[in-house]
């Protein structure tokens, strides 16, 4: 995995995906959006791991409700940004 973040990684598949709509047929492009697709998937799954639910679809609790209880960033969260395993609030 590279060192980008879930935001750099987001917004690079947003502009790809924009281009996309106006270039449906653009094989670089296409073959790129994939490529960031599956980065971006990874580095969710990682700041899931590692800090705490990046979106309420990531919340996976079945005995409580984890999103109320993990630290918000304000609260003392995992501020990291780069998704070091030092930032495990859980």
Same mark, same amino acid.
């Given at each position: 995995m590279n =060192?980008?973040?879930?935001?750099?990684? %987001?917004f690079?598949?947003?502009?790809?995906?924009?281009?996309? &709509?106006? !270039?449906?047929? +653009?094989a670089?492009?296409?073959e790129?959006? !994939?490529?960031?697709? +599956?980065q971006?998937? &990874?580095?969710? /799954? /990682?700041? =899931?791991r590692?800090c705490?639910?990046?979106t309420? &679809?990531?919340v +996976?609790?079945?005995?409580? $409700?984890? $999103?109320? *209880?993990?630290? $918000?960033? $304000?609260?003392? %969260?995992c501020? #990291?940004g780069?998704? *070091?395993? &030092? #930032? =495990?609030?859980?």
């Amino acid at each position: 995995m590279n =060192n980008m973040s879930v935001y750099e990684l %987001g917004f690079a598949l947003v502009e790809v995906a924009l281009f996309l &709509d106006t !270039h449906p047929d +653009h094989a670089e492009a296409l073959e790129y959006y !994939h490529q960031i697709h +599956h980065q971006y998937k &990874d580095a969710v /799954e /990682e700041y =899931n791991r590692t800090c705490a639910p990046l979106t309420i &679809d990531s919340v +996976h609790s079945t005995d409580f $409700w984890m $999103w109320a *209880k993990t630290p $918000w960033p $304000w609260e003392g %969260g995992c501020l #990291c940004g780069t998704m *070091k395993s &030092d #930032c =495990n609030t859980r």
